[in-house]
C-alpha cells in the first residue's frame, strides 16, 4: 500500500495536466438576507483529492448543497464534466456522477447495510418494475450482479459479515464507511466527502485517512473533501480551497495554503495573525 | 413500617408510601370502570352472556378489569409478600367503593339527560338486582376478590399462570363467539355430540366451560413442557423451516377455503369483507408502509373503481351505456378499466402533493379525499353519479353461465384476488421500486441525490397503491350490487390505515392480522358496532405506544427488535 | 493557470425545469384561471344584492373568527412540539358540549334569559375549563411518550386520540344532534352600517377578538409566554436556559384547550347545534388556516382564520356561480379544502413566510 505522502506526490507530479472536472464559477448562494457563498470559484482536477476547509458556518456543506442541486442556487453557474448542473434535480446530477456524504451520518436507518447499498446501485440496475414482478431474466439477472457488487463493496469497506445488520445498529466507524461505500454504489466519477472523520480519534482518523486515498485509487475517483482535521488535510490533498464566510481566502497546495496570512487570519483571529508575524 | 417509609421518604424519593400505589391503581380502575358505564359499552357486555345464565360479559368485564388492578399493585409493589397482598386488597376496594359511588349516583341524581347510558337499568344490573345496599356489598366483595386473584396469579408460575389465562381466553372465546361456533359444529353425529356436551340453545353451559377450560389447560401444560424439552435439545436449521413456511401459508389457503363453506354464508360474507379490506390494506402498505407516504384520502381510489364498475355495467339511467356509444360491460371486461381509472386517479391525486412531506401530506390527502367526496355528492356531479341516492342495480360477475352471487363464491372471487395482489405486492417489495421506496421513507433527500426519481418513485406509489383500492372498490361495487357517496366515508380510510399499523407496517401478513382484528371482530360482534371506532382510537393509541410495530410486524422490523434486545 | 479549455461545451440538453415545478406550475395556472372565470361569470349575472353581500361578509367574518381561535391551538401547540395535533377539533366539540349542558340547565331554571351576561360567561367558563382539561390529560398520556419520537407514529396516535375523544362523546352524549339554546337576546337583529346583523354575530366576533388579544398578551408579555416562544424556537437551549418544558407544554395545551373551548361554545351558538362528529371538519379547515398564518405564528393563525372564513363563505357566491354550479352551498366545504390544499402545496411555511414547516419532516 503507498503511504498517503508518496500518493500526493505522485499526483502532484501530473496535475497540471489533469483536465477540470468540475467548475463552479461565480457560485453564489444567498438565504434571505445572509449570504452563505460569495462569488466562490472552484475548479476541480480530475483524478486529485481536493480539500475544501474552512472555520464552522464557511459555507462549505452549503458547497456540497449547491453542487448537489439540493439547494436552488442564487447565481453563477456549475459545470461538471460536459454537463452544466444549474437547474438539474438532485437525482440528475448523481446520475451525471456526483455522490456525497452527509457531515451528520444520513443512512436509511430502516433497512440492512446490504439494502442501503443497494439502493444506491439503483441507477445502474435497468429492469422496470413490472420486471420484478414477473420476474423476467433480466430482473433475476440485474439482482444477482448488484447483489454480488454490493457484497464486493462491503468486503472493501470492510463490513463483510454484518451486511444483514440494520443501518442504525452498526459502530458509528462502520456508519461512515457505509455511508461512503453507498456513495461508492452509483459509480461516481466524482465523490464528495463532508466530514468523514467528525467524532473519530486519531487513530480512526489515520485509518480513514489511508482509506479515502485507497478509495481514490482503487476507484479511480476524484475526491472533494470537506474537513476539518489539518493534519489529514495536508497529507492527503492535492489542493486546498479555504473559504470563509462564504468567501474564497485562499487555494493551493497544502504548503501554500498553509502559510497563507488570509488563512491564519480566519483561523486564529487577526490577533494571532499579527503575533504570528514576527514569528 | 408504613410510618418509617413516610418518614424516610425524603431520602428515598423514589420509592412511594405503602398506601400510595394501591390508592392510584384504585382510582385508576374505577374511573375506567365509570367510563366503559358512561360511554355504554358496560351495558351491551352485561347483555351478552358468556355462560348461559351465568357469566355475563359485563361481568367478566369488570372482575378482569379489578384483577388487572391487583396484578398491577403485585408487580409494581415492592413489599413483602403478604403486605403486597393487602394491597391489592386495598386496590380493590378502592375500586369497588368507586363504582358503588357511580350506583348511588345514578340512583339519586338524574344523570339520564346528559349521559344518555347511565340509567337506573343500569344501577340495577350492577346490584346483581340485589337493592341497593346488599348489591354494593356485592359489587365490594367481587372487585376484591377479583384484584386478589389477579395479584394470587401474578405470584404463579410463569408456565401456569400462562396456561390459566389462555385456557380463560379459550372460555371466553367459546363463549362469546358461540354462535358462530355452533353453526359451524352442525355437521355430523359426533360433531353434534360435542355440541350437545358443551352447548345448549342459548349458550355455553357451566359444564361445558369447566370442559373447555380443562381441556385448554392440560393441552397447554403438556404442549409446555414439549417446549421447555424441546428447547433443551435441538434448534431448528433455517431450511426446513422456509420449507414450513410454505406449508403453513398453504394450510392456511385450505383452512380459508374451506372455512366458509363449514360455517355459513355469514361468515362468508365477514370473510368476504376481511379480505376487501385486506385487499385495500396492502395498497395503503405500499403507500405507507413502504413509501413512507401517509395518505388519509385512500378511499377515494375505492370510490373511483366502485363508480367505474357502475357506470360501466349498471343497468341504469347513469349507466355510461345510456347516454354515450360505449357498450354495457359486464364485470370482467370492466375490471381492468376500474383498475386503470383507479390507478390513473391515483397518480393524478399524487401530483400535486408530490412536495408535501410528513405530516402536512397526511392533512392534504385528507383534503383531497374529502374533495372528492364531496363532489360526488354534490348536485353537480349528480345527472353522472346519481348524487346522494347512488347506481343502482349492478350485475353481479359470472364465470360462464354460473353467478357469482352468494357471498361465499364472491369471497373466493376476493380471494383469488387477494393472492395476485400479494404476489405483486411482495415481488414489488423486494425489488429495485421497493428499495427506492424505502429510502424515500427513511429519508427523501438523500434518496434522490443517490439517483432515485422522486417523482416517478411517489407516483408509481401512489398509482400501485391505487390500483389495488380500485379492485377492491370493483367487487365492493358488484358485491353490494349498487354504490352510494356515503360508503365512501373518510371512515374507510381511517379503517384501512389503523388495520395497517394494527397489524404492521411494511408487513403482508400483519394486513391480514390487523384486517381479522379490525374488521372480522367488528362484523362478528355486530351489536358493538357503535363502539368500533372507539375501540379503532384506543387500539391506535395502545399500538402506537405499546407495540409501535404492530402485532406481526415484517421481517425487517423483527430483525431490528431482535438487534435492539441484543444491544 | 485556470484554462478554461478542459471543460467541454454542453454535451446535450436536459429538462432544466423540474417535473414537480411544472406541475405546480400548471396547478397555478389552472386555479388562476379558474378564479379569474368564475368572479367574472358572477359579476355578470349580478344575481345578489348589497345585502345579500353584507350578509355573507359577516357570516365570514364570524365563522373565520371561529376558524382563528381553534387554528390558534394548532398554531402554539405545533410551535411547541412540531406536532399537528389531530384531536384538537375534537378538544373544541368537548367545549362545545361542555357549554351546551350549562346552557341547557340554564335555561331549564331560567337563568339564560334574565342573566345573559353571567350566563355567557359561565358557558364560557365551563367550556374552557372542560376543553383545558381534556388537553391537558390527551397530552399527558397520549402525545407525551412520542415527545421524541420522529416519523409517523406521533401523528397516528393523534388520530387515534381524535377518534377516542369523538367515539367517546358519542356513547355518553349519544350519536345525535342535540339544539343548542337559542335564546331571545342572541336572535335579536343589530343595526350595523344601516345593515342588520343578528347579534349572536357581533358577539361571537367581539368575544373572539377579545380572546386573541388577552391570548397575544399571554404570549408576548407573561413570563409562561415568553418561555413558550423559547421553546418552539429551539426546545434544547430553552431547556438549559432553565426552562421546564414539560410544564412549558402542558401549558400549551391548557391555553390551546381552553381557546379551542371558546370556540366550540360559538360554532354551538353560530350554528345552534351540538353532536360528536362536529369537531372534525372544523378542526381540518382550521388546522389550513393555522398554516397559511404560518404555523406557530400566532397572529398568523387569527388572520389565516379570518381569510379562510371569509373565503368559504364568499366563494360559492363569488365563484362557484359563476361557473355555472348548481346549489354551490354544498361545496362550501370544497372551497376550504381546496385552499388547504392549495396552502400546503403552495406556501407550507405561510404567508408571512416563516420557514417553521421545513424543521420536521
Keep these: 500500500m503507498t503511504t498517503p505522502i508518496k500518493a500526493a506526490q505522485r499526483l502532484g507530479e501530473t496535475q497540471e495536466l489533469a483536465p477540470v472536472l468540475l467548475r463552479t464559477s461565480d457560485l453564489t448562494m444567498r438565504f434571505g438576507g445572509l449570504t452563505a457563498l460569495d462569488k466562490v470559484n472552484v475548479d476541480v ?34 459545470h461538471f464534466a460536459s454537463e452544466r448542473l444549474v437547474g438539474l434535480t438532485p437525482d440528475k446530477v448523481a446520475a451525471a456522477g456526483i455522490a456525497r456524504t452527509y457531515q451528520n451520518i444520513r443512512l436509511f436507518t430502516g433497512i440492512t447495510a446490504i439494502e442501503n447499498l443497494l439502493v444506491g446501485m439503483h441507477r445502474q440496475l435497468k429492469s ?14 440485474d439482482e444477482k450482479k448488484a447483489h454480488e457488487e454490493a457484497c464486493e463493496i462491503l468486503n472493501f469497506i470492510g463490513l463483510s459479515g454484518r451486511g444483514d445488520m440494520l443501518a442504525r445498529n452498526l459502530s458509528y466507524g462502520d456508519q461512515r464507511r457505509l455511508e461512503i461505500g453507498r456513495a461508492l454504489c452509483t459509480k461516481p466519477k466524482l465523490l464528495m466527502l463532508d466530514e468523514p472523520t467528525a467524532g473519530m480519534n486519531p487513530r480512526e482518523i489515520t485509518e480513514m485517512m489511508h482509506f479515502i486515498l485507497r478509495i481514490r485509487d482503487v476507484f479511480n475517483l476524484t475526491i472533494v473533501l470537506i474537513e476539518h482535521q489539518m493534519r489529514l488535510v495536508m497529507q492527503v490533498s492535492d489542493t486546498v480551497t479555504v473559504l470563509d464566510h462564504g468567501v474564497k481566502i485562499a487555494e493551493g497546495d497544502p504548503a501554500h495554503v498553509k502559510s497563507h496570512p488570509a488563512v491564519i487570519e480566519a483561523y486564529l483571529g487577526r490577533a494571532a ?3 504570528e508575524q514576527p514569528a | 413500617m408504613q410510618s418509617a417509609t413516610q418518614h424516610l421518604s425524603w431520602t428515598k424519593p423514589l420509592t412511594p408510601p405503602a398506601v400510595v400505589l394501591p390508592l392510584k391503581t384504585g382510582i385508576i380502575t374505577g374511573l375506567l370502570a365509570i367510563y366503559s358505564a358512561a360511554v355504554g359499552i358496560l351495558k351491551l357486555f352485561f347483555e351478552r352472556d358468556v355462560i348461559v345464565d351465568t357469566l355475563t360479559l359485563g361481568d367478566l368485564f369488570l372482575a378482569t378489569l379489578a384483577a388487572c388492578c391487583g396484578a398491577y399493585v403485585w408487580r409494581k409493589s415492592t413489599q413483602a409478600g403478604h403486605i403486597r397482598a393487602a394491597q391489592a386488597f386495598a386496590a380493590g376496594l378502592i375500586a369497588g367503593l368507586i363504582l358503588v359511588g357511580l350506583v348511588v349516583a345514578v340512583t339519586q341524581l338524574n344523570l339520564r339527560w346528559m349521559f344518555t347510558a347511565l340509567s337506573a337499568d343500569l344501577s340495577r344490573t350492577l346490584t346483581y338486582k340485589q337493592g341497593a345496599l346488599a348489591g354494593s356489598l356485592m359489587i365490594i366483595a367481587a372487585s376484591m376478590s377479583a384484584a386478589l386473584c389477579g395479584a394470587l396469579l401474578m405470584s404463579m408460575s410463569d408456565s401456569l ?10 372460555v371466553l372465546i367459546a363463549g362469546v363467539f358461540q354462535e358462530l361456533i355452533q353453526i359451524s359444529l352442525r355437521f355430523g353425529g359426533a360433531v353434534a355430540a360435542i355440541r350437545e356436551l358443551l352447548y345448549v340453545w ?8 369447566a370442559i373447555v377450560f380443562f381441556f385448554a389447560f392440560v393441552v397447554l401444560q403438556a404442549l409446555d413442557a414439549r417446549k421447555r424439552r424441546g ?28 372455512f366458509p363453506l363449514v360455517a355459513g354464508s355469514y361468515i362468508g360474507q365477514v370473510m368476504m369483507l376481511v379480505s376487501l379490506f385486506v385487499l385495500m390494506g396492502m395498497g395503503l402498505n405500499i403507500e405507507v408502509g413502504l413509501a413512507g407516504l401517509l395518505d388519509m384520502g385512500f378511499v377515494a381510489f375505492f370510490a373511483v373503481g366502485a363508480y367505474t364498475i357502475a357506470l360501466l355495467t349498471a343497468d341504469s339511467e347513469y349507466a355510461l351505456a345510456q347516454d354515450t356509444f360505449l357498450p354495457s360491460l359486464n364485470f370482467w371486461s370492466a375490471l381492468p378499466f376500474a383498475v386503470l381509472a383507479a390507478t390513473l386517479v391515483g397518480v393524478l391525486f399524487g401530483l400535486p402533493v408530490l412536495s408535501v412531506k410528513g405530516d402536512y401530506l397526511a392533512v392534504a390527502t385528507l383534503g383531497l379525499g374529502e374533495i372528492v367526496r364531496v363532489l360526488v355528492i354534490s348536485d353537480a356531479a349528480k345527472p353522472v353519479l346519481g348524487g346522494a341516492q347512488g347506481i343502482l342495480q349492478i350485475p353481479k360477475p359470472h364465470i360462464g353461465s354460473f353467478e357469482l352471487a352468494d357471498p361465499v363464491s364472491l369471497f373466493y372471487l376476493t380471494l383469488v384476488f387477494v393472492l395476485v395482489a400479494a404476489y405483486i405486492a411482495w415481488r414489488l417489495e423486494g425489488s429495485r421500486l421497493g428499495r427506492a421506496w424505502m429510502a424515500i421513507r427513511d429519508d427523501e433527500d438523500v434518496a434522490q441525490a443517490l439517483g432515485i426519481n422522486l417523482v416517478q418513485s411517489k407516483l408509481l406509489a401512489y398509482g400501485l397503491g391505487a390500483a389495488f383500492a380500485g379492485l377492491a372498490g370493483a367487487i365492493f361495487a358488484t358485491m353490494l350490487t349498487s354504490v352510494y357517496p356515503h360508503s365512501f366515508s373518510l371512515l374507510i380510510s381511517i379503517n384501512v390505515l389503523a388495520l395497517l399499523i394494527v397489524g404492521g407496517m411494511g408487513s403482508l401478513p400483519g394486513v391480514i392480522v390487523g384486517a381479522i382484528l379490525l374488521i372480522g371482530l367488528p362484523e362478528v360482534l355486530r ?18 405506544r405499546v407495540r409501535p410495530e404492530g402485532l406481526w410486524p415484517s421481517p425487517q422490523r423483527k430483525r431490528e427488535l431482535r438487534a435492539a434486545e441484543k444491544g | 493557470m485556470m484554462t478554461a479549455t478542459n471543460v467541454l461545451p454542453e454535451r446535450r440538453a436536459r429538462w432544466r425545469i423540474s417535473f414537480s415545478a411544472a406541475t405546480s406550475w400548471v396547478l397555478r395556472i389552472s386555479i388562476a384561471l379558474i378564479l379569474v372565470a368564475g368572479v367574472v361569470g358572477s359579476i355578470l349575472k349580478d344575481r345578489y344584492s348589497a345585502d345579500q353581500w353584507f350578509d355573507l361578509v359577516a357570516f365570514g367574518i364570524t365563522i373565520g373568527s371561529v376558524y382563528a381561535l381553534i387554528a390558534l391551538g394548532y398554531t402554539m401547540v405545533y410551535g411547541v412540539l412540531r406536532l399537528i395535533n389531530f384531536a384538537h377539533g375534537d378538544i373544541m366539540m368537548a367545549g362545545s358540549f361542555a357549554g351546551f349542558f350549562i346552557a341547557a340547565s340554564m335555561e331549564r331554571s331560567g337563568f339564560l334569559d334574565q342573566h345573559p351576561v353571567l350566563a355567557f360567561a359561565a358557558m364560557l367558563a365551563v367550556a374552557m375549563l372542560v376543553s383545558a382539561g381534556i388537553a391537558v390529560l390527551t397530552e399527558r398520556f397520549a402525545y407525551r411518550p412520542f415527545r421524541h419520537v420522529r416519523g409517523l407514529a406521533p401523528l397516528i396516535c393523534a388520530i387515534g386520540v381524535s377518534f377516542f375523544l369523538q367515539q367517546s362523546f358519542r356513547g355518553f352524549f349519544g350519536a345525535g344532534l342535540r339544539s343548542y339554546p337559542d335564546p331571545v337576546w342572541l336572535r335579536a337583529p343589530v343595526s350595523l352600517f344601516e345593515f342588520n346583523v343578528p347579534a349572536v354575530q357581533v358577539l361571537v366576533v367581539a368575544s373572539a377578538i377579545v380572546v386573541m388579544l388577552v391570548l397575544y398578551l399571554i404570549v408576548h408579555k407573561t413570563k409562561m409566554g415568553t418561555a413558550m416562544r423559547a421553546v418552539s424556537e429551539d426546545v434544547e437551549t430553552a431547556t438549559l436556559m432553565g426552562i421546564d418544558v414539560n410544564r412549558v407544554v402542558t401549558f400549551t395545551f391548557a391555553l390551546g384547550g381552553a381557546v379551542g373551548g371558546v370556540a366550540g361554545v360559538f360554532y354551538g351558538l353560530v350554528f345552534k347545534q351540538v353532536y360528536f362528529f362536529m369537531g372534525f371538519t372544523p378542526g381540518i379547515k382550521a388546522f389550513g388556516a393555522a398554516v397559511l398564518g404560518g404555523i406557530g405564528n400566532v397572529p398568523g393563525a387569527m388572520i389565516g382564520g379570518i381569510f379562510l372564513g371569509i373565503c368559504e363563505s364568499l366563494a360559492p357566491a363569488l365563484l362557484l356561480d359563476g361557473l355555472g354550479i348548481p346549489a354551490p352551498y354544498q361545496m362550501r366545504d370544497l372551497i376550504a379544502f381546496t385552499l388547504l390544499i392549495a396552502v400546503l402545496i403552495f406556501r407550507p411555511y405561510g404567508i408571512f413566510g416563516e420557514r417553521l414547516a421545513g424543521k420536521r419532516g
Design chain 1, 45 to 78: 482536477r480530475r483524478g486529485s483529492i481536493h480539500s475544501v476547509i474552512g472555520p464552522n458556518g464557511a459555507g462549505k456543506t452549503t458547497l456540497f448543497n449547491c453542487i448537489m442541486q439540493a439547494n436552488r442556487i442564487s447565481s453563477g453557474d456549475i
Design chain 2, 202 to 209: 342459548g349458550g355455553l353451559t357451566v359444564q361445558g366451560a
Design chain 2, 231 to 258: 428447547a433443551a435439545t435441538t434448534l431448528k436449521s433455517p431450511a426446513p423451516k422456509a420449507r414450513s413456511q410454505l406449508a403453513s401459508a398453504l394450510l392456511l389457503i385450505a383452512v380459508l377455503i374451506a
Design chain 1, 128 to 141: 422496470h418494475w413490472w420486471e420484478a414482478v414477473i420476474n423476467s431474466a433480466r430482473c433475476r439477472l
Design chain 1, 273 to 275: 495573525h499579527r503575533q
Design chain 2, 161 to 170: 399462570r400462562r396456561s390459566l389465562l389462555w385456557s380463560m381466553a379459550c
Design chain 2, 527 to 544: 351489536e358493538f358496532d357503535e363502539y368500533r371506532y372507539l375501540f379503532y382510537g384506543a387500539l391506535l393509541i395502545v399500538v402506537m
